[in-house]
């Protein structure tokens, strides 16, 4: 483990080596991860800790969403 810099521990890469790293590690918790999706709205609900995603009008809820689609990115 790196040193930490400002009280937590900090990790440095290009944003398609993170994509990697996150999505081989979820695939190996057997995490359901689609791609190419359009999606059309983000929702959120504290109370349940809860979190999702709208795709083809479809509510996905997860509790975790990542958005890195990029820095342009409604995400």
Request: glycine share 16%; aromatic share 8%; with cysteine.
């Amino acid at each position: 483990m790196p040193e930490t810099q400002f009280g937590c521990h900090a990790y440095n890469g290009n944003r398609g080596e993170i994509h990697e790293i996150v999505y081989d590690f979820a695939k190996s918790l057997g995490v359901d991860i689609r791609l190419g999706c359009n999606v059309t709205e983000y929702w959120e609900d504290g109370a349940l800790g809860k979190a999702g995603v709208i795709v083809n009008g479809e509510k996905i809820g997860a509790e975790v969403v990542v958005g890195a689609d990029g820095v342009r990115s409604r995400a």
